[in-house]
């Protein structure tokens, strides 16, 4: 992959937020036009993560059957579900798709899901915590921002949107006339296998209010939003940036690192 590290490395912070202890998963919406390699790079760092339930194709009763009732999540044993590209789930008839997206809406953020309501004979209410991981070309994520937006989905995620600039779409094919490309490999992150503390002063939570603030007004053509829950994910991401690099609390390093990624966590398609 060229010129995607920062792309990467967002990946990898919402991979482990999920070991974060305390915290909720964080979830991530990858937005690029085709060909970006946005599949490409989730795969890449998901496919082989320990914590994860990867598929290509998911619904909700799919999804509870195949993580035993949702108790893989309860455990914590799985702490995302990962769907390279969510428009295989969006091509079903509507009436699957809408019970889909608000089973996500419940499972990413409130955490509590009523099994019964997906057909799946099972009654009760399971608790449980997971992140969502997925992308979507721009034109119809358009298409679906508005709807998602007033049901509260877009701030659930974090938006993670690229784009390529002149001399990295050369380089890129250089890189595929070469046949590079054949050498790229799928990547197991190292994160630990249990939930680990990570400290956040005050002060620190403080240098990333400006983020969250400046992410949750861009929403605001088809959502108010006043920031909390961006604050509360970009804290989460601060901290699995942290535990990423082997520290123990949040520290300067982690919120100049939280700044330049920031960069991509937007729906302003800047270039790399």
Not at 37 to 63: E, H, M, P, Q
Not at 172 to 199: A, F, G, M, R, W
């Amino acid at each position: 992959m060229i010129g995607v590290e920062p792309i990467e490395k967002i990946v990898k912070c919402a991979l482990a937020s999920g070991r974060v202890k305390g915290e909720r998963p964080l979830s991530l919406i990858v937005i690029a036009p085709i060909e970006c390699g946005k599949t490409s790079i989730i795969r890449r760092y998901c496919l082989k993560a320990g914590n994860v339930f990867y598929t290509t194709d998911a619904t909700a009763f799919g999804v509870i059957r195949d993580t035993n009732q949702l108790k893989d999540f309860g455990s914590g044993k799985i702490t995302h579900i990962v769907i390279p590209d969510i428009l295989n789930c969006l091509s079903r008839k509507q009436d699957t798709v809408t019970t889909f997206i608000q089973f996500m809406n419940s499972l990413v953020e409130e955490g509590v899901v009523n099994i019964s309501t997906y057909a799946t004979h099972v009654e009760g209410t399971t608790e449980v915590r997971a992140g969502l991981i997925t992308a979507i070309p721009p034109g119809p994520f358009s298409d679906k921002r508005r709807r998602w937006g007033t049901i509260g989905f877009l701030s659930r995620a974090l938006p993670v949107s690229f784009d390529y600039q002149i001399s990295t779409q050369i380089d890129i094919l250089s890189y595929i006339q070469k046949q590079e490309h054949l050498n790229e490999k799928v990547e197991k992150l190292k994160i630990p296998n249990k939930p680990k503390d990570i400290t956040l002063s005050p002060d620190m939570a403080k240098l990333i209010e400006p983020y969250a603030l400046t992410l949750a007004s861009a929403q605001g053509r088809y959502q108010k939003l006043y920031g909390f829950r961006y604050q509360k994910q970009l804290q989460t991401f601060a901290k699995a940036i942290a535990l990423l690099e082997g520290k123990e609390e949040v520290d300067d390093w982690c919120i100049r690192e939280l700044g330049r990624l920031a960069n991509f966590i937007n729906l302003d398609y800047n270039k790399v």
